[in-house]
Structures are given as structure tokens and as C-alpha cells.
């Protein structure tokens, strides 16, 4: 049974570029969140998409942006890249909008931007 | 305030020795608390749910304080691959927020 699957694993950018990262849930999740981890720091909430719509989003600029396709997976779209925005970004699925069984996460997709 | 916050670390522990971490949240409202763990580069994996009774698993013991919106866990006889971060996570509004995590090394 597969797990969550993201790609890329890695990818370098230039400042100013647009990047799509991609994440497969796990089988019989249907809510996919995003997060975005500094080096040193705890993952931070970016969105969370739910039957293909956008339920909750955290603290980010319009810059990043998302979509969930009928079949539960899900993209990260991040425009006009700045340097902080070098990153590891985490894919994280569940079965359960409350929650009550917590996410499981995708090995990520790290993020440099120059 | 921040929404989840851990003790800073880094823990350094010698095998064997028992320590223990703790995590305060805002958000009354949350229903779901969690403790993962994250190897080095690598992505956070779940370590255990925490229940408001308390629960354990092995060597690990999570509680809940819902009257002083804490959660703690402990690790006994600590072992030298117990060395990892660990980070609270706690339910808010349908999503889930994470502590900025307390690094472990357990030394021989």
C-alpha cells in the first residue's frame, strides 16, 4: 500500500520563477494538506484541500496556490519565488477531515531557491 | 502568542536516562493532539496520539492538560535511535498545527 508520493524530490529555481510541486495521497485519503518546513523549524500551514476545494489556509501570500484533482491528488503552485521560499514542502493526507487520526506525510519535496 | 510551543532543546541525554517534553497550545477549541517524530531530513512520521485519559506505548507516555492547554511526552530508558526531533502537532480549524520541535541526542 503505497504512502503519500511527492515529486519532485528536489528542485532548484531562480528567484522570480514558478514551480508546481505534486503529491499522490494514500490510498482512501481524501484531504490533502500542505506545509512548508524552514530549516530548524516546525512544518507551517499553508492550505488544506478537501473535495477538490480549498477548506482552511494558513498564514501565506496569494503567491501560493493549489488544486485538487478528482482523483484526491493535489498540487502546490508558488509563483514570483523568493529566496526564503527555499524550503522543504510536506504533503500530508488523511482520511479524516477532524483529524482525529492525524496526517500522514509525504517525504517532500525540497525547495532551493537562487 | 504562538499557536503551539515547545520547549527549545536540544535535550542531550546519555542512554538510558528518562526525559521529557512539553508543548503548550492556544486554541481551547482543539480536539486532536499528536506527537511526531522527524529523523533528519526526513519527513515527520506519527509517534502516538495523545487521548485525554493518557496513553502509552512501550517506553513512551504521552498526557493531556486540557485545563492548562499542555501536552507532554515521555520517553524511559532511553535508547541512542530515540535521537530524532520531535514535534507536537495540534488540531485547530480543520488543519493542524505544529510546535517548531525539540531536538533529541541520546550519547552512549
Known sequence: DAGVTQSPTHLIKT??????LRCSPKSGHDTVSWY??????????IFQYY???ERQRGNFPDRFS???FPNYS?????????????????????????????YTFGSGTRLTVV | RKEVEQDPGPFNVPEGATVAFNCT?????????????QDCRKEPKLLMSVYSSGNEDGRFTAQLNRASQYISL?????????SATY???????????FGAGTRLTVKP
Open chain 1, 51 to 53: 473535495e477538490e476545494e
Open chain 1, 66 to 68: 493549489g488544486h485538487q
Open chain 2, 87 to 97: 514535534l507536537c502537532a495540534v488540531n485547530g480549524n480543520n488543519d493542524m498545527r
Open chain 2, 25 to 37: 497550545y492556544s486554541n481551547s477549541a482543539s480536539q486532536s493532539f499528536f506527537w511526531y517524530r
Open chain 1, 36 to 45: 512548508q518546513q524552514a530549516l530548524g523549524q516546525g512544518p507551517q500551514f
Open chain 2, 74 to 82: 515521555l520517553i524511559r530508558d532511553s535508547k541512542l535511535s530515540d
Open chain 1, 74 to 102: 493535489s498540487e502546490l503552485n508558488v509563483n514570483a519565488l523568493l529566496l526564503g521560499d527555499s524550503a522543504l514542502y510536506l504533503c500530508a493526507s488523511t482520511q479524516d477531515t477532524t483529524l482525529f487520526y492525524g
Open chain 1, 15 to 20: 528567484r522570480g520563477q514558478q514551480v508546481t
